[in-house]
């Protein structure tokens, strides 16, 4: 299994816990849709998922790795294999469409002349071919979210996480996103994507887990 | 994919191939170039506060050896060839004492040139009761014992005084050590003045760079490479700022002690207005000191609030 949640508990400081006995599992080459009503605990999930937050209880198995033994070079080399698409997108504006996306393989001090190419090809995929030299602050809403969504996959993850990604975009745009998507995990990369869109999830037949009330039902 | 609205291509930057990368923290922001005036200012008080110390120190060190190296015999005035005989007897028992390099009887020329200031010029010292003088010199390794020589005069020559300068040196010894203390009481001071304002500073600008810190983290950077991206970029703010006050502080020095050359006058041996400022060759490596200082207070701050930064992203 790439993930494993078993009996996962987490609450802020000495409030009420936001998330109770959370179990499940996702799969190599898995799609699956995270859902539920606002404040319901998803991003607090996604966190726990790209290890920006620790349990309070309960065990998480990321990769075969408990995540409560790892230092942090260690979550460094786990979150290499995560991509994760930010809802608020996070591209650094002084950097352009290119180095933004590149971003995550600079950091391994890989030459520019190494990756250049398959930058490129990515930007291109997404359909950023001609605004590769563009500063994030010139793009729109739907070319940033491809941006993103392009860094996160530069690394060729194993497993992508998508936090509202079609939540700043037109219905037309959010279906080539999804299909964009499908796309990816068809070449095996796990998918999980979490969205209030209904009629999103309506066009593709996957795995569903809905948060309520801190709890988390699987809809196979 | 999607057709968004384009905008004008005036914005769009030349491809990324001609001109490199651009680096990860971004280089010239607001935050950036106030810690560069910050760094130079504070570097350019502690480069003028330390040299004015080592200047002070050196000036005040070279005027106590100064008057440490001499001592006068002074015989009173009396019957002119007694008085001469007096003066030969003196100069004999101090040449044979250990420890004096040198005897030098005043001349009457000298004696009067001495009296010029008070008496004015053209006198005849001869109608004056004018005491004659003996300048010592007296070797800096193995001073003589000047309480022997003092008495061996005084036996021998009633009206001889042996003057060696103590009260004055001891004034001057004291008026220095305090000057000395209230110096390094001041560049304490301004070292902490600098050093804090270089960290709060520091600590300001790198939180401007909050996102870049949380982008690198959540990609997959390793802690260790973050930091020193932002300590090789802070690095470099702080030499900047470094060098440019320390150099403006060494060219206030240059600059004063050339600047009363200007109109002194005919005669180059004497003392210049502010020639007591000279920082000499350690006040010069103190205020490359404070360079260094400063710049690297800049980096390690930059590190340690990045570090600081990870631990509350985690």
């Known amino acids: ?220 | 994919m999607t057709d968004a609205p384009r905008l004008p291509e005036t914005r769009v930057r030349p491809a990324a191939k001609a001109r490199g990368l651009t680096p990860i923290v971004p280089r010239a922001t607001v935050a950036g170039r106030a810690l560069v005036a910050v760094v130079a200012i504070m570097t350019f008080l502690a480069g003028l506060t330390v040299g004015t110390v080592m200047g002070i120190r050196t000036t005040a060190q070279s005027w106590r050896a100064d008057v440490a190296r001499e001592v006068t015999i002074q015989i009173r005035a009396g019957d002119a060839a007694s008085v001469d005989t007096q003066v030969k007897i003196a100069s004999d028992i101090a040449t044979q004492t250990p420890g004096v390099s040198a005897a030098h009887v005043l001349t009457t020329d000298e004696t009067s040139r001495l009296l010029e200031p008070w008496l004015g010029t053209g006198l005849d010292l001869s109608d004056l009761p004018v005491p004659r003088i003996i300048v010592l010199r007296l070797a800096p390794s193995t001073p003589p014992d000047l309480a022997r020589l003092r008495r061996v005069l005084t036996d021998r020559i009633p009206t001889a005084t042996l003057d060696d300068h103590r009260t004055w040196s001891r004034r001057l010894g004291a008026m220095a050590e305090g000057v000395m203390v209230v110096g390094l009481g001041l560049l304490a001071l301004v070292t902490a003045a600098t050093v804090l304002s270089v960290v709060f500073a520091t600590r300001a600008a790198v939180a401007t760079n909050r996102t870049v810190v949380e982008v690198l983290h959540f990609v997959g950077a390793r802690d260790g490479f973050i930091a020193a991206q932002f300590q090789r970029h802070f690095l470099k703010i702080g030499a900047q700022g470094g060098v440019a006050g320390g150099l403006l502080a060494a060219l206030v020095f240059v600059s004063l002690t050339l600047l009363p050359r200007i109109g002194a006058g005919s005669d180059p041996e004497s003392p210049s207005v502010l020639s007591w400022l000279e920082p000499g060759l350690w006040g010069y490596a103190g205020i490359l000191l404070a360079v260094l200082v400063a710049a690297g207070a800049t980096a390690l701050t930059s590190r340690i609030t990045v570090y600081r930064t990870l631990r509350t992203i985690q």
């Not at chain 1, 849709?33 to 605990?41: E, K, M, Q, R, V």
């Not at chain 1, 030459?111 to 490129?120: G, H, I, K, M, W």
């Not at chain 1, 030299?133 to 998508?162: C, T, Y």
């Open chain 1, 1 to 220: 299994m790439l993930v494993r949640f078993e009996n996962v508990g987490l609450r802020y400081g000495m409030g009420p816990e936001v998330l109770k006995d959370v179990t499940f599992d996702i799969a190599p080459s898995s799609f699956q849709f995270l859902t539920g009503p606002s404040g319901a605990g998803k991003t607090t999930l996604m966190r726990l998922l790209f290890l920006s937050l620790r349990p309070t209880r309960g065990l998480i198995t990321l990769f075969g790795r408990d995540v409560s033994s790892l230092d942090p070079d260690e979550v460094a080399v786990i979150r290499r294999r995560i991509g994760i698409v930010f809802q608020d997108f996070r591209l650094l504006d002084h950097l352009t469409t290119y180095e933004n996306v590149s971003l995550p393989l600079r950091i391994l001090g890989k030459e520019e002349a190494t990756y250049r190419a398959e930058v490129s090809e990515i930007l291109h995929w997404v359909g950023l071919g001609d605004r590769m030299h563009v500063l994030p602050p010139v793009l729109s809403g739907g070319e940033k979210q491809r941006a993103a969504i392009a860094r996160a996959l530069i690394g060729r993850p194993e497993f992508l996480l998508a936090d509202e990604p079609t939540g700043n975009v037109d219905p037309t745009l959010a279906r080539r996103l999804l299909r964009l998507f499908i796309e990816l995990n068809k070449s095996g990369t796990s998918v999980l994507l979490a969205t209030h869109d209904i009629a999103l999830m309506d066009q593709f037949d996957a795995r569903r887990l809905v948060i309520s009330d801190g709890r988390l039902y699987v809809y196979d």
